[in-house]
């Protein structure tokens, strides 16, 4: 089922992924887990997954791999992390990437350590975020990051202009141009 995010964090059908579990490409899930409350990625290998660098001003994050090996960067450090390397915390305003490599299998669960409400709103991001269309459009997507707490890292590396980016584009733009 799909439905949208509307005013007030109330859903309207047709553009948000409500199921819990999706596909977002070949060989690659996502699945929402309760209990507690986290998102689950899930890769076969089949192709390399990439989370390109971008950082939080309101939560902070909680990455566990599973299985597999997970490719971190935080601030221009490099790190991998396995599943006997236990969680690794991600701070608000860490500028972050992730990376798998195609040709290993790998499981990684995401979170926030703030609240359960926040790690909800992390799950309608992503059920935002992979709906059909949407990364098509740098609108939508800059919508999706305003709702979402994300600001992609610009190569000047300024982090008020990065903000601005997406509140303008996300906030303001998107919106009238009903994307």
């Known amino acids: 089922m799909?439905?949208?995010w509307g005013k007030n964090g109330n859903f309207e059908?047709?553009?948000?992924?409500?199921d819990d579990s999706w596909t977002i490409d070949k060989?690659?899930?996502?699945?929402v887990l309760q209990n507690p409350l986290r998102t689950r990625l899930h890769t076969t290998g089949e192709r390399p997954?990439?989370?390109?660098?971008?950082?939080?001003?309101?939560?902070d994050e909680h990455h566990i791999v599973l299985k597999g090996t997970l490719f971190v960067t935080q601030d221009g450090v490099r790190k991998v992390v396995r599943p006997e390397d236990g969680p690794l915390l991600t701070r608000r305003g860490v500028v972050h990437s992730l990376e798998i490599l195609a040709?290993?299998?790998a499981i990684i669960e995401e979170t926030t350590l703030q609240s359960d409400e926040v790690t909800e709103q992390k799950t309608i991001f992503f059920r935002s975020l992979f709906f059909p269309g949407v990364m098509q459009s740098f609108l939508?997507?800059?919508?999706?990051?305003?709702h979402g707490d994300g600001?992609?890292?610009?190569p000047t590396g300024i982090r008020w202009?990065?903000?601005?980016m997406v509140v303008f584009l996300g906030g303001w733009v998107a919106p009238v141009a009903r994307v």
């Open 151 to 154: 600001y992609p890292e610009l």
């Open 140 to 146: 939508s997507v800059m919508q999706v990051f305003y």
């Open 13 to 18: 059908r047709r553009y948000c992924l409500v």
């Open 49 to 59: 997954f990439v989370v390109p660098p971008h950082w939080h001003t309101m939560h």
């Open 2 to 4: 799909r439905q949208k």
């Open 27 to 31: 060989g690659m899930t996502v699945s």
């Open 103 to 105: 040709g290993e299998e």
């Open 161 to 164: 202009l990065e903000w601005l």
